[in-house]
C-alpha cells in the first residue's frame, strides 16, 4: 500500500468516523451499522456484521453513511427476489456500490435496464459463446502452464503478481486483441477505475480521471482501426461493427470497455488467489483435491463463492416496495450483499466452511442472476480449472507464507499480495 494521503471521505485512517473497523457489531445499536467502510472489507472484519444483520435485520436501512443513505439486502432469498426483478429495482442510473466510485460514473450496459441492455450485451455475448471457450482452451493452458514453469521452486514470491495477475491479464488482452506487450496498462486501468481515492492505486479523483483519459484515447484508436477493418471475433472488433452499439457515445465506449476489462481482471484475478488462500486455511480440503483431481470443477465453483470477488451489487427501487416485510420507499439506492447471501445457513449448509465436494456447488450468487447474470462466468471457470489442473500435474503444493494484503474497497473483494512458497 502507498502512503499517499487519503482524500476520500471514505478513508481508513482508524479516526475516520465511519470507520467500522475494530468495533464489535454486537455491541453498537443496528441501525448504526454501516457496511460502506472499506476498512471492515480490508481488515477482514465483515463477517460478524454480515451474520448479525442476516438475522436481526435482514433488509436494513443505514441513514448516515459517507455516501448517504442506503438499504442492505442480507439474505440469498431476498437477493435473489431483487436480481430478477427488474422492473422493480432498477440497475440504471447506476450500480456503482456505496463508495466514492459514484463520483466516477460512466454509462455501460451493467448499469442499463431493458431494452438497451439487452441489445447491447447480445452484441459482445459472442466472445464468451461455447465456441470461442472452446477454442480459448488451448491458449488457457499454454499459458498457465507457460507462468507456473517460471516460478521459483522452494522461494517466497507473490502469487498475486506473479501468477493471478499475469493469467487474467493474459486472457484480457486476448479478449480485446490488445497489443499483447501493453497488457499492464489493462491491469492498471481496471484498477484505477474501481479504486478508491488514497487506498494506494490513485490518490485522487483528478488522478483516476487522467488514467480514464488515457485508457479511452488508447481504445479510440483501437476502435478506429478494426471498423474500417472485416469484423473480428475480438471485444472491440464486435463492438464496433454492433448495430446497437457502433454509434455509442465515447463515455459509453468506454464504460463498456471498462466494464469489459473489470468484469474479466479483479474478479477471475481474486478468486485464483482465494482459492490458494482457503486451501490453506482449510488444510484437509487440500489433502482431498490432491488425493482425486476430479474434484477441480467442484472445487471451483467453491471458491468462487467462498471468495465471493464482488461482494455486492447495487439496485435502485423503481417504485414504492415491501421486501421481507420491509417498506421501502421509490428512488431508495438498495445494496444486494452478494457475500451474505452466500453465507446464508438458511440455504446454504456449512456455509462459513470451504468444502470442495459439496453438493450443488454452483448454487452460490457470486455470479449474480437474472438479465445481468456474470456473462463471463464460464470464462472464470474455464480459467481456474485449467490453473489447477496444470498446478496439480506438476504435483505443486503451494504454501502460504504469511498474511495476504487485502484491497481497500467495499466493492472489490481481492487480495494485493499473497507470500507464497511452492514445495514440489
Ligand atoms: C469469478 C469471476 C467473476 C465474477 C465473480 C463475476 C461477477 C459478476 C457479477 C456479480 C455481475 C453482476 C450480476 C448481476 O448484477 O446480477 C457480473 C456481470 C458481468 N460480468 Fe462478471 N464476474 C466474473 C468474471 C467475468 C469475466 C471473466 C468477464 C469477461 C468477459 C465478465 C464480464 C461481465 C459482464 C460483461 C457483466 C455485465 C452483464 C450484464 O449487465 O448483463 N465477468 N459479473
Not at 177 to 203: C, M, N, Q, Y
Not at 380 to 404: D, F, V
Amino acid at each position: 500500500m502507498s502512503d499517499t494521503p487519503a482524500t476520500s471521505e471514505l478513508d481508513r485512517r482508524p479516526e475516520s468516523k465511519w470507520s467500522m473497523v475494530g468495533k464489535d457489531p454486537y455491541a453498537m445499536p443496528i441501525d448504526k451499522i454501516d457496511l460502506a467502510h472499506p476498512g471492515i472489507w480490508q481488515e477482514n472484519e465483515f463477517l460478524p456484521f454480515l451474520k448479525r444483520l442476516r438475522e436481526e435485520a435482514p433488509v436494513h436501512y443505514c441513514a448516515e453513511s459517507a455516501t448517504g443513505p442506503y438499504w442492505s439486502v442480507m439474505k440469498y432469498k431476498d437477493i435473489m427476489t431483487v436480481d430478477t426483478s427488474p422492473h422493480i429495482y432498477s440497475s440504471e442510473p447506476t450500480i456503482g456500490i456505496v463508495d466514492s466510485f459514484e463520483e466516477f460514473t460512466v454509462p455501460s450496459f451493467i448499469s442499463m435496464d431493458p431494452p438497451k441492455h439487452d441489445e447491447q450485451r447480445r452484441v459482445v455475448q459472442g466472445v464468451v459463446a461455447p465456441t470461442n471457450l472452446k477454442s480459448l482452451e488451448g491458449l488457457i493452458r499454454q499459458r498457465a502452464a507457460a507462468i507456473l514453469d517460471d516460478l521459483p521452486i522452494g522461494e517466497e514470491f507473490d502469487w498475486v503478481e506473479r501468477v493471478s495477475i499475469e493469467l487474467t491479464t493474459q486472457m484480457l488482452a486476448t479478449l480485446f486483441d490488445f497489443p499483447f506487450e501493453d497488457r499492464h496498462k489493462l491491469t492498471f486501468w481496471s484498477d484505477a477505475a474501481t479504486a478508491i481515492p488514497g487506498g494506494g492505486i490513485i490518490s485522487s479523483n483528478e488522478e483516476r480521471w487522467e488514467a480514464m483519459q488515457d485508457c479511452l484515447a488508447t481504445f479510440t484508436r483501437l476502435w478506429n482501426e478494426r471498423v474500417n477493418a472485416e469484423p473480428g471475433n475480438d471485444l472491440i472488433s464486435m463492438l464496433s461493427h454492433g448495430e446497437a452499439t457502433k454509434n455509442m457515445p465515447p463515455m459509453e465506449y468506454l464504460g463498456n470497455i471498462l466494464l469489459l476489462i473489470v468484469g474479466g481482471n479483479d474478479t477471475t484475478r481474486n478468486s485464483i488467489t482465494g482459492g490458494v488462500l482457503a486451501l490453506n486455511q482449510f488444510p484437509e480440503e487440500y489433502d482431498k483435491l490432491r488425493a482425486d483431481h476430479s474434484l477441480i470443477p467442484n472445487m471451483v465453483s467453491e471458491i468462487i463463492r467462498w471468495q465471493t470477488p464482488l461482494t455486492s451489487m447495487r439496485r435502485t427501487s423503481t417504485r414504492p416496495v415491501v421486501l421481507n416485510g420491509q417498506e421501502i420507499p421509490e428512488g431508495a439506492k438498495i445494496i444486494m450483499w452478494y457475500l451474505s447471501g452466500n453465507r446464508d445457513e438458511t440455504v446454504i449448509p456449512n456455509a462459513a466452511s470451504f468444502i470442495i465436494d459439496r453438493a450443488n456447488p454452483r448454487h452460490h450468487l457470486s455470479f449474480g442472476f437474472g438479465i445481468h447474470r456474470c456473462m463471463g462466468n464460464r470464462l472464470a471457470e474455464m480459467q481456474l480449472k485449467i490453473l489447477w489442473e496444470e498446478i496439480l500435474s506438476r504435483s505443486m503444493t503451494i504454501e502460504l507464507q504469511g498474511e495476504p494484503l487485502r484491497t481497500y474497497s467495499n466493492a472489490v473483494r481481492g487480495f494485493t499480495h499473497l507470500p507464497v512458497r511452492i514445495v514440489a
